[in-house]
């Protein structure tokens, strides 16, 4: 009898499978909202606005003093490795 490859392909933690589908996005969008409420601040000049979104990195940079921060700086999750979902999850247990 001939087996389906796709039946026995590797599957996917729930880990692997929420960072893979977009999930982090959304931690990510959640935490700014919490952090910058009003819409981001820079912590550097307190100058508002729109960030510049950088691409290569995970990291915000405000247009007036172009000081780079991301959404973790100077929270608790700050020097984590771990993805958001992770934490996230944690967190909701
Ligand atoms: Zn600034």
């Not at 392909?9 to 880990?15: E, N, T």
């Not at 780079?68 to 992770?86: D, R, Y």
Request: aromatic share 10%; with cysteine.
């Amino acid at each position: 009898m001939a087996q389906n490859p796709i039946q026995f392909q590797k599957g996917l933690s729930l880990q692997e499978f929420m960072t893979h589908y977009g999930r982090e996005a959304l931690y990510v969008e959640a935490l700014e909202q919490w952090r910058w409420p009003q819409g981001f601040v820079c912590p550097s000049c307190g100058h508002g606005g729109v960030p510049v979104r950088l691409r290569t990195r995970a990291l915000l940079q405000c247009r007036h003093c172009h000081h780079q921060t991301s959404v973790t700086a100077g929270t608790i999750f700050e020097a984590t490795k771990l993805p958001l979902t992770t934490w996230f999850l944690a967190c909701s247990c």
